[in-house]
Nanobody, 126 residues
């Protein structure tokens, strides 16, 4: 059974940092790219960042320069370092995995991803 389990969410003041982790089990995600999405109350789920098996990355404009995605293939894990958090970053953050080619540049679309975690809550106080 494939599982993606997020952790590391919590409450932080604006300007603070959090590091989210996503641990995958049930299979090895060789050649999969991994993504982070988020969903705030009353809003649609939106793309945050993605990383290819080889370490290429992509970010939403709203988080560029503040968030960093990374992965450890040996540990079957992906991370999201979030710095200088803003109240508008508050949301449930989801980890996802896709078998598609990174070169197709479809990592922005949630429909690209086959596997999803249940999410971890990030709250940012102003």
């Amino acid at each position: 059974q494939v599982q993606l389990v997020e952790s590391g969410g919590g409450l932080v003041q604006a300007g603070g940092s959090l590091r989210l982790s996503c641990a995958a089990s049930g299979r090895t995600f060789t050649n999969y790219f991994m993504g982070w999405f988020r969903q705030a109350p009353g809003k649609e789920r939106e793309f945050v960042a993605a990383i290819s098996w080889g370490g290429s990355t992509a970010y939403a404009d709203s988080v560029k320069g503040r968030f960093t995605i990374s992965r450890d293939n040996a540990k079957n894990s992906v991370y999201l370092q979030m710095n200088n958090l803003k109240p508008e970053d508050a949301a449930v953050y989801y980890c996802a995995a896709s078998p598609q080619s990174w070169l197709a540049k479809n990592y922005y679309s949630e429909f690209t991803y086959n596997y999803w975690g249940r999410g971890t809550q990030v709250t940012v106080s102003s």
